[in-house]
DNA sequence: TGCCTGACTGACACCGGTGTCAAAACACTA
DNA sequence: TAGTGTTTTGACACCGGTGTCAGTCAGGCA
């Protein structure tokens, strides 16, 4: 006798579950997609012996014959960490239960093949669409070749919008408002803000609603409080003592986003000035350093969460993917969050 | 005459190549795959077909093939998003050119389906191997089921190593090791330590090294100096709060992780204890936050990104994927990193 | 010249599912 | 009972690659 035990079990086929029910391979095919046009005694049946050998269809076979690999692609190249793993956060949320995964895909924002390289990676059939994180979103050209390629995408943040079903943008022009409010509200009037950097939408808007604010309230806008940061720490540093130089003292800074108000701190406890009894700082996106700096940070709260979920939302519509996530999102409002950074004005 | 403009144009397949190029679709295949068994002029002719048509291959009909999806997963559950955001940061360099991609796949830590699940996931040939981070990558229980099932895993820190090749931990004894000599070596003899939370080989080997320390300087280890944290912020606090009511007060704090020190801070700056002049604070990790204070936290620096890449890299060993990344990591060694949390004792 | 060898090549089945379309089974009407 | 329409089913080709194995061809040797 020849023994040669196979210890490795095989995962079963849908040959397999097709033979044990005594039905065809495509009455198999049909349970498992719920097809309607199934008796409801073959389907039992069926659906029994699945169950029984524990039967999983194998995503490499299905996105084959589908012409769909079930993947949705996340391209990014932020520096931000904390920014990223909010918006996969959200993109993963939204992609329970759909049967969709995520695959993660950095990219070099300044390389010069960047757009061959993202629209390898999505045309190569690895992925059904991609979600393209801020900058990368805000290359045109790129946007343009994957419309070209037809490529479900969606972009967030871009420069502006321009189809609405594959953008999502927060309100930061509402954020930056209802910071500015709150600073007037609480008696300061020279206020200095710090932009983010140039090319942006989400930079311009939100030294819009600044300067809206500002306006509102017949408040002078000066040229010199106004200076632009790189939404880096270090630029938030150097922006805050080219800020903390001048006379007289803004009483307050405005910075463009959290990094940088807490640059500004660091500035100022440099030069031996308190927070917030003699300077009041306000940040942008309430990311998770802002409660871990002492005095903790007074800032807006913008759910990059949200902004993943909706934007995967949007893009497995695109992908015809009958989404039952309940849980849709339908708009993203910023939030002011007052911490103890900021102060009444003396 | 009928008009049918198709507008879409496909993606070439091997098929159309090997036509053009007037050879088998065997032979394209075999010129894909650097078959040596191709004479150069055909490969040639092949390959500038390839170049022509823009040829890329299906990543699924080829992992059908091969039985492989060349693809690997990153299953955590872990609160701190610098860390996972790190670890993926090595995974993606350990693959990058290797043709793998990399999956996310949260699973919940206090789930009691979470083994299932992940096995799952893991054996629906929707992924070539795993990458599990603590705190799930401690649940033995689940490498136990791997192993039955023959899923090629890595573990990063588990409790204990079981399988080198499976295995990547780092030198958190030795880093405590550093720190406390640091410590000692300016002055500091009264010493408060932070533990992190139970059941984790990482909390007991810094134990140990901060243990192995004092005894070598015959320094006493007071059993009130050792606290017990949760390895987050608010347990800093806590455990701050805590050790700087004793009396005398320890002259250093050493959290086991950047969250705590940090935590430790606030505490410290809300009983108006100036850092470093009245008190030292060291964390552990040198994660990203460690920079954003003031005073910056002298830290032990630990390469997630490296034990990412070696992850990867055992990982993709275990595939038999000839891996050519040449940056290989060998082991991975902790640094103590001197900032400004920490002073000469007085 | 004839045979043997080794280097290349291609026909065909297969990976594990799905789409198409015709056939079979069933229900209902005339 | 035959005829018609509807539901349910299966045979077969196909998705885009790879493995197997036999066949072709040129060069070396007797």
Redesign the interface.
Known sequence: MNIVPSK?KK?PTINDVANLAGVSKKTASRVLNNSPSVSDATREKVTAVMKKLNY?P????R??AFKR?F?VGLVYDNPN??Y???I??GV?KACKGTGY??????GDFNSEHLIEEVC?FA????VDGIILLSPISQIDELAKRLEND?VPYVRISPKKIDIEEKTVISNDKLGAELMTEYLVSIGHRNIGFIKGPECNLSTEQKYQGFCKIMQKYNLPIQADLIIKGENT?ESGIQSGNKLLAMKPNPTAIFASND?MA?GV??AA??LNISIPEQLSIAGFDDS??A????PDLTTIHQSAIQMGQMAANKLLVQLGSNNTNSNEVIEILPELVVRNSTKKAS
């Open positions: 490795k995962k999983v194998d995503p490499q076979a996105g084959l690999s993947i960490v904390l990223i793993s909010d996969q956060k993963l995964e995520l695959i993660m895909h950095p390898d045309t190569r059939a690895r037809q720490f990094f807490l701190m660091r406890s440099m998770a350093i409660t871990v700096v002492w």
